[in-house]
């Protein structure tokens, strides 16, 4: 997970969270995030998920089903 803070984030105003995914691998996929107050970009960051199998405690392919709705919810940005 990688976090920029960028300005400070009050307990009383509205936070608006997005969401989008970066990219796609064979067994993981990571998202980026934003979080805004108002027209402030406050924060900014990416995390990476692993598809596993609890069961075998191991990692698997992402099966193409989920790859396909997670293709759904790209973004391409220019930043």
């Not at 009050?10 to 998202?31: A, H, M, N, P």
């Not at 924060?43 to 598809?51: E, I, N, P």
């Amino acid at each position: 997970m990688n976090v920029d803070y960028l300005a400070q984030i009050y307990l009383d105003k509205t936070v608006q969270v997005c969401t989008w995914v970066e990219r796609i691998g064979i067994k993981s996929f990571s998202l980026y995030e934003e979080l805004w107050q108002g027209e402030q970009l406050c924060s900014k960051g990416t995390v990476t998920y692993v598809y596993f199998d609890y069961r075998s405690n191991k990692s698997e392919l992402i099966p193409n089903d989920i790859k396909n709705a997670l293709q759904q919810h790209t973004l391409d940005k220019e930043k």
